[in-house]
């Protein structure tokens, strides 16, 4: 997912199905064929406190969504506030800390 402010990237993130490699964790998620993991949100500086986040998540779930994916699983850390927030603000819901 590619978000942009006119001409300019003004963030990307992206989402993969299957078995994917979490560094953070040191091994590899076996998903069912019903979730997805979301991996690397990023928002340029420039573009931050403007909503670019819970807006990309937003538009992730719903792809999800409509290729039967209805679980999705993300590592964040937990001082990572502003990437709580912006998950908080997609709906998405904390499972475990």
Same mark, same amino acid.
């Given at each position: 997912?590619?978000?942009?402010?006119?001409?300019?990237?003004?963030?990307? =993130?992206? !989402? @993969? &199905? %299957?078995?994917?490699?979490? +560094?953070?964790?040191?091994?590899?998620?076996?998903?069912?064929?019903?979730?997805?993991?979301?991996?690397?949100?990023?928002? =340029?500086? !420039? @573009? &931050? %406190?403007?909503?670019?986040? +819970?807006?990309?998540l937003e538009h992730i779930a719903k792809d999800l969504r409509e290729r039967d994916?209805?679980?999705?699983?993300?590592?964040?850390?937990a001082d990572n506030q502003a990437s709580l927030r912006a998950f908080q603000k997609?709906?998405?819901?904390?499972?475990?800390?």
């Open positions: 997912m590619l978000a942009r402010f006119g001409p300019r990237p003004a963030g990307i =993130a992206w !989402s @993969a &199905r %299957g078995p994917v490699e979490v +560094p953070e964790l040191g091994r590899t998620l076996q998903l069912s064929k019903y979730e997805a993991y979301i991996h690397d949100v990023y928002v =340029a500086s !420039s @573009a &931050r %406190g403007r909503g670019v986040a +819970p807006v990309m994916a209805y679980r999705s699983w993300a590592l964040i850390a997609a709906s998405y819901t904390s499972v475990c800390d």
